[in-house]
């Protein structure tokens, strides 16, 4: 399940304009995972992994943060392989893949399903598979 692990990577906004705590403490230890390889880096830059630069670009860390914070990161960035990570295959990866469970932008904090629970009671969802 270690790509649950890192589900904060995608989970970034607050959906009040804020940064998730949990992704700022993530983003801090993807820092200093990355930092810990030396042999990945560059001088003291590192693979910058946001949506941006697509581990194409070296950059200072206090860039890299920041670029994670204002854009996040690349999509399916589970495996940090261009900042040293061993890139096994996990057959998780796949199955979640399937059922849509990368985007979780998308999923989490839907206020219809909030409203349809309100409206029904705790007990509405019981009878649904998933
Ligand atoms: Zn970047």
């Not at 990570?85 to 909030?114: A, F, K, S, W």
Request: charged letters at 25%; proline letters at 3%; hydrophobic letters at 30%.
């Amino acid at each position: 399940m270690s790509n649950l692990k890192r589900g904060w990577m995608y989970e970034r906004l607050d959906g009040r304009g804020g940064i998730l705590s949990s992704f700022i403490t993530g983003v801090n230890n993807f820092i200093q995972y990355a930092c810990s390889q030396k042999n990945r880096m560059s001088g003291d830059n590192i693979k910058c992994p946001c949506k941006k630069c697509h581990n194409l670009k070296y950059m200072d860390v206090e860039m890299v943060k920041y670029h994670l914070f204002q854009y996040g990161f690349v999509e399916n960035y589970f495996v940090w392989k261009y900042q040293g990570e061993e890139d096994v295959i996990d057959e998780m990866y796949y199955v979640n893949d399937l059922h849509g469970g990368t985007q979780p932008e998308l999923g989490y904090d839907n206020p219809y399903r909030q409203m349809v629970l309100d409206v029904a009671g705790p007990n509405f969802d019981q009878g649904l598979s998933r």
